[in-house]
């Protein structure tokens, strides 16, 4: 079964597959059609490839880098697809293509360009997933925040990922490697007065390593800051066991976290195979129970996108190739709106649970959202142990 699904995923990602070394700059002249244009900046602890085409690899680095990084972005494109360039160098008028390098030398620049690019005080921290490029991370978030429409500074974490199918147990290592990298990056933002609130977005298993710098953040702090406000993890690969303890070892109060799930996921069901058949966070039906109860309980929002439909074979990137998706995210979750209210509407229709009441909100369609949404509840002394608020020792979403 194992090796089946296996060759499932190597035969899924054939074809797939695009030129590499884009990251060398295309010059945008007064002739070029009209362009978007999405400027990051990216932090990583990948090693420097030594070829500006590609600029960093998959390999470790004891020395975390940051790159001011410009995509342009052409008009005429379907809204949650990257165009990636047929052949190099990249046309500005049909491809994704990069306009800008600039290497940011110290914490201090970092903090100037975060001064010039600075949009509201509002800051979004993205972090990639599993097998993916230097390359690939910059155009995901370029067209994440294209499409969103969100109104944030863009700030790309990359780690050391082979970009390999077979190299799962490298990727993971490598997320394990970059923890104390990304959890002292949030700190810099945290500690920038320009900065009003972060929003952390990652997903797959880069979930796993924003989990583990937010809990590495409540030990030593005794809660995460609260200038993170909230906490997007779109097809979390975590173990659901160990998701439930670093939780509860974040401290209190949290952030406010929304989950992005797909019971037809289909990376997260070879993942679950790999790591021993338990259940990961991203795959899991949240109407159901135990998982309903214990979600209210932390108030953590699930959104089921099970039913919706997207171009990825693998329905395991649903958070950003479906359009009404991803402005949900821009417009809504990392500015810490409710969801659950008559403004909502995504074409598709939402189904909200709240405390215990199912309602229906927006234009229903064919497509309708599962949302379990409450409030983040009071800490209080007598918390039951099993659940995910307080007991450091709790296995919340399985008991």
């Known amino acids: 079964m194992r090796k089946s699904v296996v060759l499932f995923l190597v035969f899924a990602l054939c074809g797939c597959g695009h030129p590499s070394g884009v990251m060398t700059p295309v010059v945008l002249t007064a002739s070029t059609p009209k362009t978007a244009r ?22 470790r680095s004891p020395k975390p880098s940051m790159t001011d990084v410009a995509v342009s972005i052409p008009a005429k ?139 590495q953040m409540g030990i030593r702090d005794g809660r995460v800051n609260s200038k993170i406000k909230d906490v997007i993890l779109a097809s979390p690969d975590i173990d659901i066991q160990v998701f439930a303890k670093q939780y509860a070892e974040m401290g209190a109060p949290k952030p406010k976290f929304t989950i992005f799930v797909s019971q ?43 039913k919706v439909k997207a171009g990825d074979r693998l329905n395991h990137g649903k958070f950003a190739e479906s359009p009404q998706i991803v402005q949900l995210i821009g417009q809504r979750l990392m500015t810490g709106q409710p969801l659950t209210d008559s403004r909502v509407s995504l074409g598709q229709g939402i189904q909200a649970v709240v405390g215990g009441t199912v309602r229906t909100i927006g234009t229903v369609a064919t497509a309708p959202l599962t949302i379990v949404e409450k409030p983040a509840p009071r800490q209080t002394g007598d918390d039951v142990g099993g659940t995910l608020r307080s007991d450091p020792h709790a296995s919340a979403l399985t008991q």
Do not use: C
């Not at 090693?47 to 600029?55: C, E, V």
């Not at 009003?196 to 710098?213: F, P, R």
């Open 38 to 59: 999405v400027v990051m900046l990216v932090a990583t602890t990948r090693q420097p490839s030594g070829d500006p085409a590609t600029l960093f690899n998959g390999e």
């Open 77 to 215: 494109r379907e809204a949650g697809t990257i165009q990636w360039p047929k052949r190099l160098p990249a046309n500005p008028a049909t491809d994704f293509a990069i306009t800008r390098v600039r290497q940011v030398q110290s914490v201090r620049e970092g903090k100037a360009w975060f001064r010039q690019h600075i949009v509201g005080g509002h800051a979004l921290v993205f972090v990639h997933g599993f097998n993916n490029t230097y390359e690939d991370s910059v155009f995901r978030l370029a067209q994440i925040v294209h499409d969103s429409g969100m109104q944030a500074t863009p700030i790309l974490f990359t780690w050391p990922s082979r970009a390999q199918l077979f190299a799962y147990e490298y990727d993971k290592e490598s997320t394990n490697y970059s923890r104390t990298a990304l959890e002292q990056a949030l700190r810099v933002l945290v500690k920038d007065s320009d900065v009003k609130d972060i929003t952390v977005l990652a997903h797959s298993m880069g979930t796993w390593l924003a989990v583990e710098s937010l809990r």
């Open 264 to 306: 037809d996921d289909r990376a997260l069901a070879a993942s679950s195979l790999i790591t021993g058949r338990v259940a990961r966070l991203g795959g899991i039906d949240p109407t159901v129970e135990p998982y309903r109860s214990k979600l209210e309980e932390a108030g953590i929002t699930a959104i089921d996108l099970t």
